[in-house]
């Protein structure tokens, strides 16, 4: 995909993105954080090229202003160059649910529009599929720096990171990528090793292809892991500023007495499901253990399991998974069996934040014991799961502007 390709209903054929903060109703009255520096629901205004009209609070709770509202959101799509501006379209939350899409539910009150793009690069006989999201210009003139993302899983896509696209309107770009043979990213044409190197070696690609000299690197989940090998065994740590860990664990030892415990604490037919599902290939496709998967995901991963993260499972990569982690979520195997960096957190020579969500896979103790051992970190907690950019999303992205705009004052240190 290039520049102008239309994937979700928040890009247009032009290179604009919706841009918005989340404008929800409870009792009747929409929520509003006039503390945060992302865009607040107060005093909105509505930047569609219409009638330009300034929409209130007590305006947008209105049901035939939103009617009007869902119009107006639609000329915008439409006047923007998207062909595909039907109700089908519109019908996938934009930013894994941050927008909500239902007639019940209030719609944005405006919009930001954002430079965007979409390319490849070529890697390994592959094209790994990314997008950047931002002003470079805008990014220079701030003094920021941009931040690349990978996603979790593995095997899964990066889908379920659009959230994370909404710090670009702090004036910093915003690049994520679908990782080697999964998602938007082509597969192999001849049979590959599968090795943590190789998506080590395949970030690198990445952010050569993008330009980042200097730049903030998140890791989320199973991504976590790549970055820590990219920068422990690559030496590739010069100009990397920032490391954020969201919910990643040291090794996979920890990993899955982390994700036992939480298995322990389900009701005994859920982890009976579960373990079977882990003994017995077969068993993963009853809806017993659908079922049960379901129960843990929506605890440790997301409480609120938006359209974004089934859209992200659908295009996973089940080669990817099985050499990776042999198809097992409870018990080690594939490649990442054995697999640790407890020994060398010491190594990590820039700020770390250390994030995780309440109900986290990753446990307090093994945050606490990455904490001790890495020479300058920070720990913030948050609410829901693993997935806090979605769970607790406006509490999470301020922390990341925070840090990373306390990184760049301060040269580098917390």
Known sequence: MTQGGVRHAH???????????????????????????????????????????????????????????????QNALIAAGVASATPEALAIEPFCGIFSK????????????????????????????????????????????????????????????????????????????????????????????????????????VRRKLGFEEVHLLGHGWGGMVALEYLLDGGNAKGVASLTLSGVPPSTQ????????????????????LRRGDDDPAARTTFEFRSAKRVYDRKHLSARLPDCITASEELTSEEAVLALTGGLTFREAGILAGWSVEERLHELSMPVLLTRGTYDEVSPSTLAFMDERIPSSRVRNFAGGSCSHIDDWEAYLEELDNFYSLVEGSGGEL
């Open 11 to 73: 890009a247009t054929a032009n290179g604009l993105t919706l841009r918005s903060s989340l404008l929800n109703a409870r009792n009747n009255k929409a929520r509003s954080h006039p503390s945060s520096s992302f865009p607040s629901v107060a005093a909105i205004s509505d930047n569609f090229p219409t009638t330009g009209t300034t929409a209130t609070e007590d305006d947008a709770l209105s049901p035939s202003r939103r009617e009007f509202s869902r119009a107006l959101f």
């Open 102 to 205: 239902g007639d019940s539910q209030l719609l944005p009150g405006y919009v930001y529009t954002t430079p965007w793009d979409e390319n490849t690069v070529n890697f390994n006989g592959a094209q790994t599929w990314f997008r950047v999201v931002g002003k470079k210009k805008a990014e220079r003139k701030a003094g920021k720096l941009p931040l690349l993302c990978l996603h979790g899983g593995p095997g899964v896509s990066s889908r379920y990171l659009e959230p994370l696209e909404l710090l670009s309107s702090q004036n910093r770009r915003v690049a994520y990528y679908d990782q080697f043979g999964c998602g938007f990213s082509s597969d192999p044409r001849e049979p590959v090793e599968y090795s943590l190197k190789l998506f080590a070696d395949e970030l690198d690609a």
């Open 254 to 273: 920890r990993q899955m007495m982390d994700r036992q415990l939480n298995l322990e604490r389900l009701a005994p037919a859920i982890q009976e499901a």
